[in-house]
């Protein structure tokens, strides 16, 4: 049997060929510039600015890119390593055993709906799991912060009787497939409509239909997949390698977890209670910015309640669901700052640290035992790290090559002809090429619509139809392509090898991509309200 490459491997690989490239390919600029762009300085190309340059071929600098490549994605993967530590310190707690095991007894119960009996427990469960992540991606560009949920949604979808394929699916696919048919990403549709001058996020009923089509496209492909695998567990291309998670699932299964209440956690219920009505007292009202719009909400106040009561009531059973509160109290204060106070990585790898550690006082942990648990959850999550910054080197090798401009301006030169619609779909083939290279959506945005927002003024397209073609073109290779930090991140905490994640997916991609090509035909040929 041939064995299958290494993701190491296969990355590396990829560095070489980058490598090639910038020897065949000719080194090339564009001229930049720096505008702001819904209040905010983005760098974008200036149109007609192309011009041949002297070539910079790469040699032994693919020794250095991995260098180059963590200083690139350095963002990435602390948070990479945070979260690992941080939710080692918890798994050691066992609270997430003990929440699945409650959901799953909790999913058993419904078992007496006849209407729920019809259409699958596990099915419904699924089915919530991916709106939610979905309306995430499509509402504020849910992207790395998949990584901290694949920790805690895999186990659950092991002990379902799935594999690590679908808790992946349910996590990161959804998001994705929420990101791609996007239809208030501020990273995306705002960007490429800011520098389209076209009106922010307008066009949203044809968006809103093609976020649906797309779901139910991904959701059903899921779901089948699923089924499958609920059915003949050996058949999961990762049956094997799931076997970490299985093994894990039945130390659970097989030891008996003591409910147990301890002064440490009172104490930080009291402490955490004062310091959230605080917080409630200084920020009475947060703003929710939803597009373009901004919505009051009392976030603090509301989360003083029911941090009372939910607090409370878990002491009453037992440390580890108020470790599962101080979850999802985490989760909700993420939603909250991302969505209202603009926060990113950083602060949300500080929140979920800020949960570790909470974790750890809670089960009255010394200093000593949160730094050995958290050193552990390191050592176990570093190859992913490793990964991250290995594909970091890739975009680093095509910049210092100088040809990323140049593939930018061949291109766009095979546009030229075409009329709207082949117009409209070879932007849409650029896009998915051009994601490989540079996987950052508001990058991309910022090179590639300052060229493709006029041109479609040429051909007499509607700018509003160039900037789906972007977004469709943005979101659904973000799933498979090898650059992306995040896709990499994620399959190294859920431990699925790049080339299985592949061999699972291109089915998927395949469908999207010929589905993004069909949604693009209505904005060129039909009236649609603000295209």
Not at 57 to 77: C, D, H, L, R, T
Not at 131 to 152: D, P, R, Y
């Amino acid at each position: 049997m041939k064995k299958i490459p290494h993701t190491y491997v296969i990355v590396f690989s990829l560095i070489l060929l980058a490598a090639l490239s910038t020897w065949l390919v000719p080194g090339g600029s564009y001229e930049r510039k720096t505008i702001e762009v819904n209040g905010i300085e983005r760098t974008v190309i200036v149109d007609h600015s192309f011009q041949y340059t002297e070539g910079n071929p790469q040699s032994w600098q693919v020794f250095s890119a991995f260098f180059n490549g963590f200083e690139k994605q350095a963002g990435i993967i602390v948070f990479i390593l945070m979260i690992g530590g941080a939710f080692w310190i918890m798994n050691q707690s066992r609270a997430i055993d003990v929440g699945i095991l409650s959901f799953l007894r909790f999913t058993q119960r419904l078992q007496n709906c006849a209407l729920c009996r019809k259409i699958g427990i596990n099915n419904i469960v699924m089915i919530l799991i991916m709106l939610l992540f979905s309306v995430f991606g499509a509402v504020f560009g849910m992207s790395e912060e998949t990584i901290a949920f694949i920790a805690i949604v895999v186990p659950l979808a092991i002990r379902m009787g799935y594999d690590s394929l679908t808790g992946t699916a349910l996590v990161f696919v959804a998001a994705g497939l929420g990101f791609a048919g996007a239809v208030l990403n501020p990273f995306t549709i705002g960007i490429a409509q800011g520098l389209s001058d076209l009106p922010l996020f307008s066009g949203m009923g044809y968006r809103i239909f093609s976020w649906f089509v797309i779901n139910t496209l991904g959701f059903i492909f899921i779901l089948n997949y699923a089924a499958k695998v609920k059915r003949h567990p050996e058949s999961s291309p990762t049956y094997h390698i799931d076997e970490y998670w299985r093994q894990k699932a039945k130390e659970t299964e097989g030891e008996s977890i003591a409910y147990f209440r301890n002064k440490s956690s009172v104490i930080l219920y009291v402490i955490l209670l004062l310091l959230i009505s605080f917080l409630a007292y200084q920020y009475p009202v947060s703003h929710f910015k939803v597009g373009n719009s901004s919505h009051p909400f009392y976030a603090f106040p509301l989360a003083a309640v029911l941090f009372a009561i939910m607090g409370g009531l878990s002491l009453r059973k037992s440390v580890h669901f108020f470790v599962l509160t101080l979850l999802f109290f985490t989760i909700y204060f993420l939603i909250v700052g991302v969505m209202s106070y603009g926060w990113y990585i950083g602060e949300i790898a500080a929140l979920f640290l800020a949960m570790g550690i909470l974790s750890g006082i809670s089960m009255n942990y010394g200093a000593n035992l949160l730094v050995k648990h958290f050193i552990d959850g390191v050592k176990d999550i570093v190859s992913a790290a490793l990964v991250v910054g290995l594909a970091g080197g890739i975009i680093i090798v095509l910049q210092e090559g100088k040809v990323i401009d140049t593939l930018l301006h061949a291109m766009a030169e095979g546009m030229q002809g075409l009329g709207k619609l082949g117009t409209v779909e070879m932007m849409y083939v650029i896009q998915n090429g051009i994601n490989i290279i540079i996987p950052s959506g508001s990058a991309k945005a910022a090179l590639t619509m300052p060229l493709m927002a006029p041109f479609s003024d040429v051909v007499g397209l509607s700018r509003q139809a160039t900037v789906m073609a972007f977004q469709l073109g943005d979101g659904f290779t973000n799933m498979i392509t090898p650059t992306s930090g995040v896709l990499l991140g994620v399959l190294a905490v859920a431990r699925i090898p790049y080339e299985l994640w592949f061999k699972w997916i291109w089915k998927l991609m395949l469908l999207l991509i010929l589905l993004g090509a069909l949604l693009l035909i209505p904005t060129v040929l039909m009236p649609l309200v603000g295209f």
